[in-house]
């Protein structure tokens, strides 16, 4: 997804790009993700400035009547009203040839909101808290007391103590998302799929001049290194280290259901889950229906390398949880499981932007579990990066060298 966006917008900006993927269009990770759109679960800082950044995007995308471009700020900039690149087409509008609305219904985008339940008054109270805090830094939050909860989710467990409601948080579909995004950027975008990268190509000075497949060098003037749970294998191609590791999660499929599930409905203990670094098993309800009816039930993590063993007793956290919180869900087959490996970097912010080690090489990934949601705001920053234009906000949290200690003296 954060590789299809940033082809998008490099599109968008006026640039040719070439997708290199080893599998198909939404093959590893993306493939495996539920698809959320959240503010809800991100402490104030840099990553809930880019999610919000995201946010605003991913409505852009959704509005139909708006097609592929982006009002007022992309095409438009805001300085000195400089425009660069591209086709302009007037008042800083810029479209791709033939572009179509990037987001048609396949593509389920839902801005259904989100709902955070606690169990008891302390987990509230900590809610609360959270809450006032995100309310700063520009996220809407609505407490729920407990005797209101059945009017957001009528199947609700009876025994909780409230919650709160962010009507930001939305949904994808994420496969179809990325896919799309690829198809309506016209024919700046071309996709080399089935081919593995093997090597960076450098020129002078150590300079990215595009990279090695099994069959054919590919060149560029500059790399992107969106490869998500394996960034870190590629920026070692380059010489870079990039601690990129996998944290492996399960997601339980039901069979389909009419909508008894209709937000984005977790446990408080999520947002702790996210933010540990514990290598453990960790698991928390989360629970969501989908436009095509099945429920979808996570949200576990744990690293255990590139291990795809099916986890017993993580499919029975997930179901534990999620009939705490929807005990209709006891009686409710569970048709399938699948699993992904969320791109873990240590301190939980991914890897955007120039790395000032490898002349001409980038990086978008690292993204965790947010990679979905994140997605538009590192394309954007991505291509405003390729282009020379200024980001939309500070990239500094995100640099790709943060992890590199300092030379000794």
């Not at 605003?56 to 009002?71: F, P, V, Y």
């Amino acid at each position: 997804m954060a590789g299809a966006a940033c082809a998008y917008y490099a599109a968008l900006a006026g640039l040719s790009v070439t997708v290199v993927d080893r599998g198909s269009v939404a093959g590893g990770t993306t493939g495996a993700g539920e698809g959320n759109l959240l503010v809800s679960d991100k402490e104030p800082g840099p990553e809930l400035e880019l999610a919000l950044l995201s946010l605003a995007l991913w409505t852009e995308l959704a509005d139909q009547r708006g097609g592929a471009r982006l009002r007022g700020g992309y095409g438009e900039r805001d300085r000195r009203g400089e425009r660069g690149g591209g086709d302009e087409r007037g008042r800083g509008e810029r479209r791709v040839r033939g572009a179509r609305p990037p987001l048609p219904p396949s593509v389920e985008y839902e801005a259904k909101g989100g709902l955070v339940v606690a169990s008891d008054t302390p987990g509230l109270h900590a809610l609360r808290t959270f809450a006032a805090r995100q309310e700063k830094a520009g996220v809407h939050a609505r407490e729920v007391p407990a005797d209101r909860l059945h009017d957001l989710e009528p199947h609700l467990a009876p025994d909780l103590a409230g919650g709160f409601h962010y009507p930001q948080d939305a949904q994808v579909m994420p496969a179809r998302a990325a896919a799309h995004l690829l198809g309506v950027a016209g024919d700046r975008v071309r996709l080399a799929l089935g081919e593995e990268v093997t090597g960076i190509l450098t020129g002078t000075g150590g300079a990215v001049r595009g990279v090695r497949t099994a069959t054919r060098e590919l060149h560029a003037p500059q790399v992107v290194n969106a490869a998500g749970t394996w960034g870190g294998a590629v920026a070692a191609l380059a010489g870079a280290d990039l601690p990129v590791l996998p944290r492996r999660g399960f997601v339980l499929v039901t069979e389909p259901l009419p909508r008894v599930v209709r937000h984005k409905v977790y446990a408080a203990d999520y947002v702790a889950d996210v933010a540990s670094g514990s290598a453990g098993l960790q698991a928390s309800a989360v629970v969501e229906g989908t436009p095509a009816g099945p429920v979808l039930i996570g949200a576990s993590r744990e690293r255990v390398g590139f291990d795809r063993s099916l986890s017993i007793e993580a499919l029975r956290r997930l179901a534990a949880g999620a009939t705490a919180l929807f005990p209709v869900l006891g009686t409710v087959r569970a048709l399938r499981t699948y699993l992904g490996f969320r791109p873990y970097l240590p301190d939980h912010l991914p890897a955007i932007g120039p790395d000032p080690r490898v002349p001409g090489l980038l990086h978008a990934c690292g993204h965790e579990g947010a990679g979905i949601g994140l997605a538009p705001a590192t394309g954007r920053i991505v291509a405003d990066c390729l282009t020379g234009a200024e980001p939309p906000l500070d990239i500094h949290p995100f640099r790709p060298d943060r992890f590199t200690a300092p030379a000794a003296v």
